[in-house]
């Protein structure tokens, strides 16, 4: 699940975020791990994405979420995990820790299973493979 901006890949801002749009990484992703049905959702709008969150939150395995800018200012967003019973992990392509002083900090952290950042699009892959360890 992608928050704002995040439809842009492969054009915004490329050398932060590459050049392959995520429809290309899905298809790596579904390749790689042929056995996991991986859906993807992505929006624009908070709103929407605590509205998918609390759709899937309590009948998957887990969740991969970047929430982009939502990350740094959604209290919305934190209160929306912690109430799920899908495990959720955090997933930054950047390594926000090395951007601007504001990016440092996530609102969601607190209430995701855990956090990868700064490993461009295989974030991802290795969100997923973290979520097919956990013991639900």
Avoid: W
């Avoid at 392959?20 to 899905?26: G, I, N, R, V």
């Avoid at 509205?51 to 200012?73: C, E, M, P, R, W």
């Amino acid at each position: 699940m992608n928050g704002p901006n995040l439809n842009l890949l492969g054009t915004r801002e490329p050398e932060i975020y590459g050049k392959k749009a995520m429809e290309d990484c899905l298809n790596d992703l579904r390749e790689r791990f042929p056995n996991v049905d991986i859906e993807y959702f992505q929006s624009n709008h908070e709103g929407e994405l605590i509205d998918k969150l609390q759709d899937v939150g309590f009948s998957y395995d887990g969740i991969v979420l970047n929430a982009g800018a939502y990350t740094h200012t959604s209290i919305a967003l934190l209160d929306c995990i912690r109430s799920l019973k899908t495990p959720v992990v955090e997933v930054h392509i950047s390594n926000v820790h090395a951007r601007e002083e504001f990016r440092n900090y996530s609102m969601i952290s607190a209430g995701c299973k855990g956090v990868i950042a700064g490993f461009g699009l295989d974030s991802y892959r290795l969100a997923i493979e973290a979520i097919l360890r956990i013991d639900n």
